[in-house]
């Protein structure tokens, strides 16, 4: 929050998880059995932020990570915000083999808002095969701009101090060039699309 808060933005972290219930065992839950209710709470934290007065509400822009890289998706998608990134997101929610899940490429259209797709080609989570299968159905959209970083996987941005290692050890290695890149990109994609 403190990078967000220093380049001059106001900062909003709704956590869903603890509103359902959900652990990170059903964390898949969150784009099925949850999804419809959390697309509506997040329209809903958006009109709230543009009514406060402290809030440019014409410059309304979502970062997410992971799971939270699905919900920007939505929230660009559905043009709900300026503009939008995605690092190492969900683009296939659900579980095994078969994609009966069709978002978040179902949200994508015309009317969407710009999105900046970050994916590591080592991700061992949301594997490249996912995101290069997800972005083939929605390729069409001029509005979504990528980035595969050659050397990141799942969780590039995951520094914690040493007796909390444990907590990354089930993703990919930390980055620091690629975290500090994807922060770069991502500041860089909203001033382009600040209106």
Known sequence: SETWVKAGYAWYAPNFFVKHGITA??????FD????DIEKELAAIITLM???AKVDSKNIFAIGFSNGGFWTSYLAGKGIVTAASSHYGVWKANFGRDWTNPYPMEYFSSKSSPLLALHGEND?????????????QIKD???IKDHIYD?????WDCFPPSDLKHICNK???PN????????KRTLAFFKKHSK
Do not use: C, P
């Not at 061992?124 to 083939?136: D, E, G, P």
């Open 124 to 136: 061992s989570t949301q594997k490249i095969a996912f995101f290069y299968k997800a972005w083939r």
């Open 50 to 52: 543009k009514a406060d």
């Open 171 to 173: 993703f990919d290695n």
């Open 33 to 36: 059995k949850y999804r419809e």
């Open 25 to 30: 065992a059903t964390r898949m839950d969150t």
């Open 176 to 183: 620091r060039e690629v975290t500090n890149d994807a922060l």
């Open 141 to 143: 959209t001029s509005k």
């Open 151 to 155: 050397n990141a996987g799942h969780v």
